[in-house]
């Protein structure tokens, strides 16, 4: 069993596609990161860096004590090696997947983030930091999309963690003012992925576990971006 602790962000929606795809036994333990759930003693013996997704896989490969892990990609790596699927064996196909997981940890998921932040949750527009991250976004994107133009995934032919990882920071285009139309390869990529039937039950439990998302009130923005006092 794995005990996946989450909530409905992109980080956390990654590992979900996975757990949805391999048919792996999971239960969710949500962590509202609104209400500052994160910072639960017993979820920081799990996460020392307060930040969601995490794991315990009460079974790993070989027995022994549980394997807690934190870190969506540690976990995307982890699940795809634990079930022999979603990561290719061979050197090569396997060096492929791992330089993409790792773009997306090092590059689209931090700059995205930073579009999110202060284009949508920022107390102050800036006219300067959203004139940044948005082409620095587009920018990404057009990587993606020239890599996608002679391949039917990122890493190949096959679907992979590496996918899983990119797909949910591309799923809140609009918000991040980009248009699909502009990246054709990135829009035929994104629509297989969206017409999986696991990316389906994946963003359905997320529909169920967090109903109203929203970080509009001043003490959520407080919790998750320091702002006002506390």
Do not use: C
């Not at 792996?24 to 017993?42: C, M, T, W």
């Not at 679907?159 to 920071?169: G, K, L, Q």
């Not at 035929?188 to 009130?217: G, H, M």
């Amino acid at each position: 069993m794995i005990e996946f602790h989450y909530w409905t962000t992109p980080n956390g929606h990654k590992v979900t596609l996975l757990l949805e795809e391999a048919g792996l036994p999971y239960r969710i333990h949500p962590v509202n990161i609104s209400k500052g759930e994160q910072f639960a003693p017993d979820f920081l013996a799990i996460a020392s860096n307060n930040r969601i997704p995490a794991i315990v896989d009460t079974e790993p490969v070989g027995g022994g004590a549980p394997v807690s892990l934190f870190e969506s990609g540690a976990i995307l790596l982890y699940l795809a090696e634990k079930t022999g699927r979603f990561l290719p064996a061979d050197v090569r196909g396997r060096a492929e997947v791992l330089q993409w997981l790792f773009w997306q940890m090092g590059g689209l998921g931090p700059m995205a983030g930073q579009n999110h932040h202060f284009t949508q949750y920022a107390p102050e527009q800036i006219s300067y930091a959203i004139d940044r991250y948005v082409r620095e976004t587009a920018r990404l994107y057009g990587v993606m999309d020239r890599r996608l133009a002679d391949r039917a995934f990122l890493a190949g032919d096959d679907y992979t963690i590496a996918d899983m990882a990119a797909y949910p920071w591309i799923v809140p285009y609009k918000n991040q003012r980009q248009d699909l139309a502009d990246f054709p390869n990135l829009k035929r990529w994104f629509e297989v992925i969206a017409a999986r039937s696991a990316t389906q039950r994946a963003y359905a439990l997320a529909d169920e576990i967090n109903k109203a998302p929203s970080v509009s009130d001043e003490e959520s923005r407080r919790i998750l971006f320091g702002h006002g006092k506390g």
